[in-house]
């Protein structure tokens, strides 16, 4: 049985869910990744209520229609097309989701705008400016670098994407600034 779960967005929310699923008698976790769990089929409805519940209380969900679980999946694709830009150079974003996702763009693009009141434009810009983020705290690389880093042509188009979203230019932010966590996005 596959558990779809929504904000499971890095290394550490699998190994939370790992560690849920692993506490509930009955259950068999025989694989879990971003935003999935592939379990022992369950023959007691009210296991799985247990499950979810459990999951609610870490801050994930199990997701229930065809439409989150979409959007679910368009989210994991562009976690990892901004924290592994280079597998993907050439491969425009709308392509790389119709591909993936098994839609028209336009079909995509609507339903995540429907459900998560926001584009996947502006979802796509928010996780590039945390990826940026986490490379200015590690404090190792250039602005130069880590706009290539983080997928952008220049360090001028970095630096003003930075201040549009946050406010505060990347140098402001190197003292000042604190993440987000993506599952707050």
Known sequence: MKLLIKNMVCRQCVKA???ILGEIDGVSAKDVGLGYALIDDLS???TLA???RRLSAE??????SRESEIVEQVKAILIDRVWNPETYRGITVSQHLAERVGASYSVISRLFSEIEGRTIESYLKLL????VKELIKYERMTLAEIADAAGYSS???LSRS????????PGQFRTLGRRTPLSEL
């Open 59 to 64: 801050g994930f969900e199990l997701i229930q």
């Open 17 to 19: 869910v790992e560690r």
């Open 162 to 169: 930075f201040k549009q979203v946050t406010g505060m230019t």
């Open 44 to 46: 007691d409805r009210s």
């Open 128 to 131: 590039r400016v945390e990826r």
């Open 50 to 52: 247990e499950i979810a």
């Open 155 to 157: 360090e001028g188009h």
